[in-house]
């Protein structure tokens, strides 16, 4: 490229500092410094500026600043053919990006490059530019080099069981007193406890998430953007299955710190990529748990490892208690046929390498199965189970801990209304005030009001079963009359077989043994 001696300069100086640098290089780096050494420099070399363009707080490996895009289409509309930093890393530390710059864009559009302590000036004829490319590469070496030492930090941190990652897991805050230390958001573990004891009582992770819409309870996404999304915006209010099943499998919940779930590609790419569990860094009781360990392996148990299949249709009482006895692995439960309504169990293993033929088929009659499974549970029960031990220690406790719950909600419904009611209250001085439109009022308290109703009514359940008390002798009835259908058998609850039977293995000659875990109950 050959420059006009005589051509007249309209220089843009371009400062930058990245987080990193500010961290840890001199005070020499410092936006104010950069400004002051760059005038100093087009005061005595007699240049006119055009501009000061500054990026504050971006890398260097990314050529994507606000700034620096502004400094390009100045140059691209004619405004500034001349560049002047402070030294080459300045430009940037990806060593392709800037000397794609210095090779080839600012020549394409007859800029002038100056690297002011590097002693980089394209116009000359100079040494200090042949080594230019050089000096790129170290800069991005040097770019390289900071990024293992902030992740080598950061992973020492994590081993030490600090809390370094961004947002806290659902049920838990940032310590006020300790940034990398937990502790319980009670509000949101009312939450986390109540999915897990759905979970006990049954219910699938698509059940679990359906009712929590039904009854409008705050999703995570809505306690993390509450406070900076709009007063009208109630698109974060619908649970799914795969935020129940997180929620389920989180060792969080028990104390354990479970960091490094994700990566950037590298120092260069912005992109996040999911590490395999094997690489997590999992530090053990480092805080509070809102889990106990047995309930949270309990739960483990009853969660299908099917994931990537469709929501059952039906949901079978010994579901995931079925195995097979040949080849150890679980027996599923067929669709039910429309011709006979009837469904039978297959091996998993079988299904899956029919071709292969590792197993054979395992197939029984689900109902006739189950009923068989039941008559040979009532047995066991009536020959082993201590009766007055149900009523006092479990019966009893249960309908105690239901009204314990069911309060804690109360309280967390009362704060949802109050706030439902203070939004309807905003929207309507905004319609007053014509903030909003009359439409945008109209659409906006129909759904405030619906979400009121489901929260009101539920509300009103509660209090009514919680003041709804009974006398000693109606609780003692009732105790009885729950005893007397526990050993019965007849249309027991899936939380009550699971508690009751560890797993039920099927051989191919239909033998049947049923391995029990009820010792608790003698």
């Known amino acids: 490229m050959i420059y006009n001696v005589n051509q007249i300069y309209s220089a843009g100086l371009y400062i930058r500092l990245s987080r990193e640098d500010d961290d840890k290089i001199l005070e020499s780096e410092s936006i104010t410094n950069q400004k002051r050494l760059l005038l100093q420099y087009v005061k005595e070399n007699h240049l006119t500026v055009y501009d000061i363009y500054v990026d504050d707080g971006y890398s260097g490996t990314n050529f994507d600043r606000p700034d620096f895009n ?3 289409s100045d140059i691209e509309l004619g405004k500034v053919n001349m560049v002047i930093t402070k030294d080459m890393s300045r430009l940037g530390r990806d060593y392709i990006g800037t000397g794609n710059l210095i090779e080839k864009y600012f020549p394409e559009h007859n800029v002038r490059y100056i690297a002011v302590t590097d002693n980089i000036d394209t116009f000359l004829d100079s040494s200090n530019n042949d080594i230019a490319p050089f000096k790129a590469i170290m800069n991005d070496m040097y770019a390289k080099d900071i990024s ?6 950061l992973r020492a941190k994590q081993k030490e069981g600090k809390w370094v990652s961004g947002r806290c897991p659902f049920g838990y805050m940032q310590d006020p007193s300790d940034k990398n230390h937990l502790v319980i958001n009670e509000e949101q573990a009312f939450v986390v406890k109540r999915i897990y004891h759905m979970c006990l009582d049954g219910l699938s992770c698509f059940k679990i998430a359906k009712q929590l819409t039904n009854e409008g309870v705050k999703t995570p996404a809505q306690y993390y953007n509450f406070e900076w999304k709009s007063h009208y915006n109630l698109n974060y209010g619908i649970w799914n299955s795969k935020t129940i099943r997180d929620i389920l499998t989180n060792q969080m919940y028990i104390g354990n710190l479970v960091q490094n779930k994700r990566n950037k590609v590298n120092y260069k790419v912005k992109k996040i990529v999911t590490n395999n569990p094997e690489n997590y860094i999992v530090v053990e009781n480092t805080h509070e748990p809102i889990i106990d ?3 949270f392996y309990e739960v483990q148990k009853r969660i299908p490892k099917n994931v990537g299949r469709n929501e059952k249709k039906e949901n079978h009482l010994l579901d995931g208690i079925l195995y097979c006895g040949d080849c150890g692995h679980r027996i599923g439960v067929t669709s039910r046929r429309k011709k006979d309504n009837r469904c039978y169990t297959i091996c998993n293993y079988y299904r899956t390498y029919m ?11 689900y109902d006739e199965l189950e009923k068989v499974i039941l008559s040979s549970l009532t047995n066991v029960c009536l020959n082993y189970i201590n009766e ?3 009523k006092n220690n479990v019966l009893n406790n249960l309908i105690e801990d239901n009204k314990i719950n069911n309060k804690k909600e109360l309280e967390i419904l009362t704060n949802d209304i109050k706030q439902i009611n203070d939004n309807l209250d905003i929207i309507y001085i905004d319609k007053l005030n014509k903030k909003i439109t009359e439409e945008q009022f109209g659409r906006v308290k129909v759904k405030l009001e619906r979400e009121l109703h489901i929260k009101q009514k539920r509300y009103d359940d ?6 709804n008390t009974v006398n000693e ?7 009885h009359e729950y005893t007397k259908k526990f050993l019965s058998m007849k249309k027991p609850s899936r939380e009550l077989i699971i508690n009751l039977i560890d797993k039920i293995e099927i051989f191919e000659d239909k033998t049947i043994n049923i391995k029990v875990c009820f010792n608790n109950f003698h």
């Open 388 to 390: 007055d031990k149900i």
């Open 293 to 295: 360990k047995d309930t």
């Open 473 to 479: 002798e109606s609780k003692n009835k009732m105790i």
């Open 70 to 72: 502004r400094l390009l």
């Open 148 to 153: 293992k030492k902030i992740k080598s930090s």
């Open 462 to 467: 509660l209090n009514n079963d919680i003041n």
């Open 355 to 365: 071709k292969q033929k590792v197993c054979t088929t395992h197939s029984n009659n």
